[in-house]
């Protein structure tokens, strides 16, 4: 399978626990997003990286997230002090420069207790 | 606040006939208008995208805007059960680098 893979793909954790969630894009794309949805909303975007860079971030991303993308190829998103309210698909989305369509990953659904 | 603004349905329609699913959007900067489609407790799977003033047609899809009512729209036609999903209207930012989603729109197909 040649799609964006995300892991894990589900993860339950308490509250105050921090988590870190895994994207590997397409294989050819430089760009990476992460969006978070929840029951019954749109998926909300979070960030954006272009290689190795981090070149917009959401003010929903709060100092308790961090993303990082080390080598320009696959990206790692932390939740630090999980809250209730974190509780949502984590979706991962990737593109190809000069391309504007973004293909999505399967998401890590979050649950925190 | 940028908005991409749809009706949350759902839509019922019977099997066979046309759906049609509606979206506005408030950046006037948007080039770029994307249809994912979502089963429950899946993640979104691009339908079509389109840029240009007009209609385009992919199979039994068709995706139509309108940049002056700053309008899109797509068309299902011979619906089927297995399109019963969310659909997902989205817009990018003037720099192409993030998509404002809508909340989606229900639609059912009956059989």
């Known amino acids: 399978d040649t799609g964006v893979s995300q892991n894990p793909r589900h993860k339950i954790t308490k509250r105050g626990q921090n988590v870190t969630f895994r994207c590997d894009p397409i294989?050819?794309?430089?760009?990476l997003y992460w969006y978070r949805q929840t029951l019954g909303q749109g998926p909300e975007f979070l960030t954006y990286f272009q290689n190795e860079a981090q070149l917009e971030k959401s003010r929903l991303l709060s100092d308790r997230f961090s993303a990082e993308r080390p080598k320009g190829s696959f990206s790692t998103l932390e939740i630090q002090r999980t809250e209730q309210g974190d509780s949502a698909m984590y979706l991962c989305?990737?593109?190809?420069?000069?391309?504007?369509?973004?293909?999505f990953g399967p998401g890590t659904r979050l649950l925190v207790l | 606040q940028k908005e991409v603004e749809q009706n949350s349905g759902p839509l019922s329609v019977p099997e066979g006939a046309i759906a049609s699913l509606n979206c506005t959007y408030s950046?006037?900067?948007?080039?770029?208008f994307f249809w994912y489609r979502q089963y429950s407790g899946k993640s979104p799977e691009l339908i079509m995208f389109i840029y240009s003033n007009g209609d385009k047609e992919d199979g039994r899809f068709t995706a139509q805007l309108n940049k002056a009512s700053q309008y899109v729209s797509l068309l299902i036609r011979d619906s089927q059960p297995s399109d019963s999903a969310t659909y997902l209207c989205a817009a990018d930012n003037n720099a192409g680098n993030m998509l404002t989603f809508g909340g989606g729109t229900r639609l059912m197909v009956k059989p």
């Open positions: 294989s050819e794309h430089n760009r």
């Open positions: 989305a990737s593109s190809l420069g000069g391309m504007k369509t973004q293909y």
């Open positions: 950046d006037r900067g948007s080039q770029s």
